[in-house]
């Protein structure tokens, strides 16, 4: 039961980051979309300026810089007023506490704004080469005022759409960007044609359909597609003003009067009426934005407010899951000595379990009897943690636990030195009954020098000095473990048959060899006996080799 309370527990508090972050991210993008639709305001009033000084000045290069020359200056100078309230009003940082954790495309773009700082100083320059009256009218029109002001200030907020996942929100986002379009290609039908018209030259066949598309997008926005009943009205009312009605009434007709004089160069209207009523055009679409800008200020600010109580809502939820934690390790650590989390414990049952096995597995195969101290060793294990108090399911864990790491020993490559070192801190009657333990099973089939070598390697690395290893090995077995082997036989000493054929023969003498030979040992790091221990062990292999050769060369004459 402990278990699963801690399971539910956990998977609570990792869901609480996650619902945290989800929330912060959430609040900081419609903090970010509050901030976007004020500068959107901002840049819109500036937008109509730029606009107004643009097709102004297509009137002054399209009378040969004679007239107009007033009203452009005025026009500059409001301008200029503009760009200073730009300047100091228009955000250009993020206002967000914890930017690591918001993703790039929701964060508050901080580039796009200073991109459109820096570009003010380029009307500065536009300005000096319409005085100079050397510039052509499509690098002032298009490639100055347009492709390097008007267009990047337009497709700003195309993206605004990312930082709300709010139906209504995004409606009147898609809204504003379709009225964008109208306004500006209305001022783009503006100041071009009234440069033909004040020029008084024909335009070619490309320039009326650059004029036809200007006219096509202008007239994008239909009142009809406007889904919202309440904005709808609103926009509705102010088509219905007879002044209104009037002044697309005389653009319509003033625009098929000036298509057909365009292809002769004599137009019968006046430039000034015509740059007048589209002026009037872009004043009413410029009605129409206040209305959805206010709505769209008021839906962000409730959509905010929103995110805002989410976000106090998943705080409080991750402070109840972390308190619950931190509450359930105190209350396990208070009933068991030890947080369940720490169980360090089972780490040092596991590495004994690991260096057994390892010894049993020494000589390629574990045998059941083996297998049966193993067995026996995991429930001695099992049979101490009940009664310190563990839970069965917990048991049910350690038990998993054992299991793998002797399944693991027999494949890894994990020395029985590294596992020893886990069992250093261990107390001290815990070492003894380790080291009785290794003892015992390397007696089980014999003890095989791989087996002494191996014993003698690991209880060093468990903190037991040379006197007491020797001493409890010698209360185990009654002699030193690494006192080499007395054997007379040689076949015995190279682990070899008398029946065997000397390529045989010769290949255990090297596998000996190389098994015990001191450069070997002593790189492996281990103790001063067992290098002696290979030392002598070498000289009993050379002789028993020495003692076979000879035999079998005297049989041989």
């Not at 639709?37 to 000084?53: A, D, H, P, T």
């Not at 009809?224 to 009434?249: C, F, G, H, S, W």
Request: one cysteine or more; charged letters at 30%.
């Amino acid at each position: 039961m402990q278990v699963n309370i801690k399971y539910l527990i956990i998977m609570l508090f990792i869901l609480s980051n996650i619902f945290l972050l989800d929330s912060y991210q959430n609040y900081e993008k419609s903090s970010a979309l509050k901030s976007l639709i004020k500068n959107e305001s901002l840049l819109n009033n500036f937008l109509v300026q730029v606009g107004r000084e643009r097709d102004l000045t297509a009137l002054y290069m399209g009378s040969s810089y004679k007239n107009f020359d007033g009203l452009l200056k005025q026009q500059r100078e409001v301008l200029d007023k503009e760009i200073n309230n730009t300047k100091k009003n228009l955000q250009v940082d993020s206002t967000a506490q914890l930017k690591i954790f918001l993703k790039e495309e929701n964060s508050f773009d901080t580039k796009v704004y200073k991109d459109i700082l820096n570009s003010l100083e380029k009307i500065t320059e536009l300005r000096k080469k319409v005085e100079l009256h050397k510039s052509e009218f499509k690098d002032i029109f298009f490639g100055g005022y347009t492709d390097s002001l008007s267009t990047p200030l337009n497709n700003r907020f195309r993206k605004v759409s990312n930082y709300t996942d709010n139906s209504q929100i995004i409606y009147c986002i898609s809204l504003l960007n379709h009225l964008n379009i109208a306004k500006e290609n209305t001022g783009l039908q503006r100041g071009f044609v009234a440069y033909f018209m004040e020029k008084s030259t024909a335009m070619t066949a490309k320039e009326i359909m650059k004029w036809e598309e200007f006219k096509s997008k202008s007239n994008s926005f239909q009142v009809l597609k406007v889904r919202e009943l309440d904005i709808e009205k609103k926009i509705q009312e102010l088509y219905n003003i007879p002044a209104t009605k009037d002044m697309l009434l005389n653009i319509d007709d003033i625009s098929l009067s000036i298509m057909v004089d365009a292809q002769l160069g004599k137009y019968k209207e006046d430039s000034s009426n015509w740059f007048t009523f589209q002026t009037q055009k872009i004043s009413l679409f410029s009605k129409i934005e206040i209305i959805l800008i206010s709505q769209l200020e008021q839906k962000a600010k409730e959509n905010l407010f929103f995110k805002q109580m989410i976000l106090v809502l998943s705080l409080l939820v991750w402070i109840i899951s972390t308190i619950a934690l931190i509450w359930y390790q105190q209350k396990f650590k208070n009933e068991n000595g030890t947080p369940l989390i720490e169980k360090s414990k089972n780490m040092k049952f596991a590495s004994v379990i690991a260096i057994l096995t390892k010894i049993a597995h020494s000589k390629g195969s574990i045998s059941h009897p083996e297998k049966d101290v193993i067995t026996y060793t995991m429930n001695n294990f099992i049979s101490i943690c009940r009664k310190e108090g563990m839970s069965d399911s917990e048991l049910i864990v350690l038990k998993e636990h054992l299991h793998d790491a002797y399944r693991v020993a027999k494949l890894d490559d994990i020395s029985i030195t590294d596992h020893a070192h886990n069992l250093a801190e261990c107390s001290f009657d815990m070492k003894v009954q380790t080291l009785k333990q290794l003892v015992s099973m390397a007696a089980i089939d014999g003890y095989s020098v791989r087996k002494k070598m191996m014993i003698y390697e690991a209880v060093e690395a468990i903190g037991f000095d040379k006197l007491k290893i020797q001493k409890y090995i010698n209360d185990i077995i009654g002699d030193d473990i690494a006192k080499p082997i007395e054997d007379d036989c040689p076949y015995n000493v190279l682990g070899c048959q008398e029946s065997d054929d000397d390529t045989t023969i010769k290949k255990k003498y090297r596998e000996q060899i190389k098994e015990f030979h001191p450069d070997y040992i002593q790189g492996k790091g281990l103790n001063n006996e067992i290098v002696k221990f290979a030392e002598q062990r070498i000289k009993q292999i050379n002789r028993a080799h020495e003692e076979i050769k000879k035999e079998r060369k005297n049989n041989n004459t």
